[in-house]
């Protein structure tokens, strides 16, 4: 993860999206106001479903019991195609 003020991350904005898309990486940009951290949208979108998850009371239940169940070897009985049927 690099870090570099805002002012540099401005002059390299193209070189940083890059880094950042390319390489799944982040960049802290810096200033006396306040540090910011440049991530890609997957990433955002992929922290923004976890938190959702986290915050649904009923969706971390059933994640929870699902890893659970995975560990005591209990499983459906279905094949990942079975399952998405339906998506095809």
């Given at each position: 993860?690099?870090?570099?003020?805002?002012?540099?991350?401005?002059?390299?904005?193209?070189?940083?999206r890059?880094?950042?898309?390319?390489?799944?990486?982040?960049?802290?940009?810096?200033?006396?106001?306040?540090?910011?951290?440049?991530?890609?949208?997957?990433?955002?979108?992929?922290?923004?479903?976890?938190?959702?998850?986290?915050?649904?009371?009923?969706?971390?239940?059933?994640l929870?019991?699902?890893?659970?169940?995975?560990?005591?070897?209990?499983?459906?009985?279905?094949?990942?195609?079975?399952?998405?049927?339906?998506?095809?």
């Amino acid at each position: 993860m690099e870090a570099l003020s805002i002012s540099e991350a401005r002059s390299r904005l193209f070189e940083l999206r890059k880094i950042v898309v390319d390489n799944q990486d982040q960049v802290i940009m810096t200033h006396k106001q306040g540090n910011v951290v440049l991530i890609s949208l997957d990433e955002w979108e992929a922290y923004q479903e976890t938190m959702r998850l986290l915050n649904d009371k009923a969706a971390l239940k059933a994640l929870v019991n699902s890893f659970d169940r995975h560990d005591r070897g209990e499983t459906s009985g279905k094949t990942i195609e079975e399952i998405f049927t339906d998506l095809a």
